[in-house]
Structures are given as structure tokens and as C-alpha cells.
């Protein structure tokens, strides 16, 4: 088990530059199953999640060699449609190989998806656009068995939510399916416009990604294709709110600032000072964060709810009370109770979490409960008097890139000890369900 071990109360200083984007390169990993020749990915961030998507597609058959951050796949051998239950398990987001799948081999099969969700409901838009694009489904035992006979179809579909996962299978299934596809109510995320440009690169013909009505006319085949990742703007947000909690002066680079459009005027609220450049912000933060009154989760262009939790441990040392309302997961504030181990002050009722912010908080033993919420606990130990060990670190490398090397360049002190053998944390006060919100899993 590796964990951190962070002497908090250090400024950060510097200037970093942002790794690619984890939500983009896992459906264009996805999207090389469609690809007939090589697929070249640059700026490939490398995180667990990245290694799980390369495992699924060498299982299905494809070649795949990574050299630093480029990844080249070859699907031309294509030899398997099915996903194992293990490799669901390991990450919710495999899902996203679902319309890949069925669109090159006419059928796919996986298990519900891994993450806390009971039942089909948290695939169900997923399925309903499969389905309407002339898939048949079949389920037993966990199991879900797809297949589309005479080939998928283009469709008119309209989805119930503008679901970031369903709108890239749509995207993906549509991409060779016969015919044109109209989907109505699509996520506008800018990982989906990423995928778009990927799969247009490689001779889709797919129009209005990143607008909420995307047209696909489906094309007999796709070809070898060379493609970069666009910067990862939850990273990006991240390292803003580290700098902005141990009172720093950080910029972060290579990276597209409209992506990172809500959060700055919440950084503002707070009282940082910003300048933004055409691929950089660069944020100087004042001796006493104020609070932010309100902050409320959104689809995108709103605030990321990936974000809500890096956002929760900065307001935590704000001068007065902020409240954060979580519109997209149920509830999603699994970090609020081990918060509450550095002397923070939040309660959390139902989808709002309240933070009255203190003077300072004091270093903590804490373990991640999932990915955005592991590096908030980070993030509070950045800031925090004293010492702080973070375990669960499996959960961080998910989706932050070496994130010790970047905070140690800003001057942080935080050391990642490898195969740590001391005793396990308790989180004793995640015994409080309202607290703990989400019962078990990550969400994304
Ligand atoms: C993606 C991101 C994740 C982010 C989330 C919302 C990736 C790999 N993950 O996850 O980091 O937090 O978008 O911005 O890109 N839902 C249903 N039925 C469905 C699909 C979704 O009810 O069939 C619900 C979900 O339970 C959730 C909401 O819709 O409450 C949003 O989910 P969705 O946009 O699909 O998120 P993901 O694509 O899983």
C-alpha cells in the first residue's frame, strides 16, 4: 500500500504543466476498436484507468504499444466482442467500449458496469440509445448480451439527461452504423467534441459535438488515424484550488481556460487574483480565502461535479460559510467526514454540503474514498498544520497523473512512500451516513 505523507503550510509557488485528460482518452481508446488500420494517441495521460482501458482492448485482440505518453493500437485482429466481469469491475467507464463494440462486430457482451449503483438503472439511457439504433439486449446472471444482426442503424434519439457516457456510445455506435443519427439532449462536455474530432479525423462524419443536437451520418469504415488528447481541465482545476488553499501563486499551463470557465469566477468569489492567457491561468491567492456563497453542480458548461470535491476541501479554510449543492450524483461527498479529521467544519444534508470555514486545519491520518474526493483530503493536507498521511492512493493514480511531482515543483513537501506497512486507517467518522454520502464506489 503506498501512501503520502505531507508536511502542510508550504505556499505553492510555480508553474505546472497539465496532463492530458483522462475522460477524453478513455472513450478514444475506446474508439480505436472501430479504427481498420493503426490509431496513434498522443498526450495519453498515464493513470490506472488508462492501463484498464489498454487491458480491455489487448483482451479484445488489438495491439497496443505505449511509448511515454503516445499509445499506438492496431484493432485490424479484432478477435473478441466480450468485456470480463473483472475488467467492468475495475472501471464503471469500460462501458464507453459498448457502442464501439456492437458497431464493429455487430454484437458485444459485459456485465453491469463497477461503481455503487443497484441494478441496470445507471446504464439504462446507455442501453435505451442502443436499443433504438436496433441492438437487441438480453440479460442473465449480471450479464448483458448485445447484438445487432443485420448491423446497427441510424436513429432519432433523445436522451433523458444529457449523460456524458450515453452521448459517446451514441457517438460511437453511430459512427459506422447505416444511415443518419440525430441525438437530441447530448452532453456538451468538451471531452465529447474531443472524441468527435477523433473519430472525424479518422473519416466519421459527425456534426454539432459539443452543442446539445449532434448529427451523425454513419460511414462504411474508419481509417488509421493520429490524434492528441486535449488537456485535462478537472487536473487543471485541481492544482488552481491547491494554489489557492496554501495562499500560493501557481499557473497552470497547456491547458484550454474556456474548460475551466466556471471555476473562475468561484475563484474570484474567493478573492484570488487571475490572469488568463490563451493556453495558461495563472492564480495569485489572497492571506484569507473568502467563502463562495453558492456553488451548484452542473452539466457542462456548469461546474464539474469532479471538481465539487477539491472545491469543498479549499472552502474549508474560507473566512465564513459556503454551500455546494451536488446536482449530478445522488450524493457525492464522501470526503466531507474525512475532512472533518483536520478540524474542518461541514455538514451534509441530502445533495447540500454546508462549510464553515476555520483559521487553519491540522494534519491528518486519512484514507481516499474515491478519486476527486482522495485528492481533496490531499489538497487539505497541502494546507494543514503539521502532518497528514493519505492512504487509498490506488484511487488518486486513477485520474491524477504523479501528482507528488507536480506539488513538490511548486515547493510542497509530500513524499509518496511506497508499500507503506503501518496499520490501516480508521475512518471512524465515516460511520455517519449522512456524512458519507455515496454508500460505496466511485462515480466516474
Ligand atoms: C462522466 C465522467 C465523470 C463525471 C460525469 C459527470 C468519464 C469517464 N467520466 O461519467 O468523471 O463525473 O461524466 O460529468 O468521462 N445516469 C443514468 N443513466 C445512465 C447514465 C447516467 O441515470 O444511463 C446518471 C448517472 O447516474 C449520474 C448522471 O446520469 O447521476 C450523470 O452521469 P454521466 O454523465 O453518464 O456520467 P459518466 O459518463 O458515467
Redesign the pocket.
Known amino acids: 500500500m503506498d501512501i503520502f505523507r505531507i508536511n502542510g503550510q508550504k505556499r505553492l509557488e510555480g508553474e505546472i504543466k497539465i496532463h492530458g485528460s ?2 477524453s482518452a ?1 472513450p478514444i481508446l475506446a474508439a480505436a476498436v472501430l479504427v481498420q488500420g493503426q490509431t496513434t494517441i498522443h498526450n495519453c495521460p498515464r493513470l490506472s484507468d488508462v492501463d484498464a482501458a489498454i487491458e480491455i482492448l489487448e483482451a479484445l485482440g488489438c495491439q497496443v504499444t505505449r511509448t511515454g505518453h503516445s499509445v499506438l493500437i492496431d484493432a485490424t485482429a479484432l478477435s473478441s466482442s466480450e468485456i470480463s466481469d473483472s475488467m467492468m469491475l475495475k472501471m ?2 469500460s462501458v ?1 467500449f459498448l457502442g464501439a463494440i456492437l458497431g464493429r462486430t455487430g454484437e458485444a457482451k459485459l456485465s453491469t458496469p463497477g461503481g455503487c ?1 443497484i441494478g441496470l ?6 442501453i435505451s440509445a442502443m436499443k433504438q439504433m436496433g441492438a437487441e439486449m438480453q440479460s442473465k446472471d449480471g450479464k448483458l448480451f448485445f447484438s445487432a444482426a443485420n448491423g446497427l442503424q441510424g436513429a432519432n434519439i433523445t436522451l433523458a ?6 452521448t459517446e456510445n451514441v457517438l460511437l455506435a453511430a459512427a459506422t452504423a447505416k444511415g443518419r443519427t440525430i441525438l437530441s439532449n447530448a ?1 456538451r ?1 468538451p ?1 465529447i467534441s474531443d472524441l468527435a474530432d477523433f473519430l472525424n479525423a479518422a473519416g466519421a462524419r459527425i456534426q454539432g459535438a459539443g452543442d446539445s443536437t449532434v448529427i451523425i451520418d454513419g460511414v462504411s469504415h474508419l481509417h488509421a488515424v493520429t490524434h492528441t488528447v486535449i488537456p485535462d481541465r478537472i487536473a487543471a482545476s485541481t492544482y488552481l484550488l491547491a494554489g489557492a488553499m496554501t495562499k500560493g501563486s501557481v499557473k497552470v499551463d497547456g491547458i484550454i481556460p474556456a474548460h475551466v470557465g466556471a471555476l473562475l469566477p468561484i475563484l474570484e468569489e474567493a478573492g484570488c487574483h487571475l490572469t488568463v492567457g490563451s493556453k495558461w491561468v495563472h492564480l495569485d491567492a489572497p492571506p484569507r480565502l473568502r467563502p463562495v456563497k453558492m456553488t451548484r453542480t452542473m ?1 457542462y458548461p456548469g461546474f ?3 471538481v465539487q470535491a477539491p472545491l469543498s476541501a479549499m472552502l474549508t479554510v474560507a473566512d465564513g460559510t459556503s454551500v455546494i449543492v451536488e446536482n ?3 450524493s457525492r461527498y464522501k470526503h466531507a467526514a474525512s475532512l472533518l479529521r483536520f478540524g474542518a467544519k461541514i455538514s451534509v444534508e441530502g445533495r447540500m454540503e454546508v462549510i464553515e470555514g476555520v483559521p487553519f486545519l491540522t494534519g491528518a491520518r486519512v484514507e481516499a474514498p474515491d478519486l476527486r474526493g482522495g485528492m481533496a483530503l490531499v489538497l487539505a493536507g497541502l494546507a494543514a498544520q503539521g502532518e497528514t498521511t493519505v492512504s487509498g492512493l490506488s484511487h488518486i493514480d486513477r485520474g491524477y497523473e504523479a501528482p507528488e511531482k507536480l506539488l513538490k515543483s511548486l515547493g510542497a513537501d509530500i513524499q509518496r512512500i511506497k508499500d507503506y506497512a503501518g496499520t490501516k486507517i480508521e475512518n471512524e467518522t465515516n460511520a455517519d451516513p449522512e456524512l458519507t454520502g455515496e454508500k460505496c464506489g466511485e ?2
Open positions: 483522462k475522460n478513455l464503471r467507464s464507453v449503483e438503472r445507471p446504464i439504462d439511457l446507455h439527461f444529457p449523460s456524458v457516457g450515453a452532453a462536455e471531452e452539466p464539474p461535479t469532479d449530478i450524483f445522488e462515480t466516474e
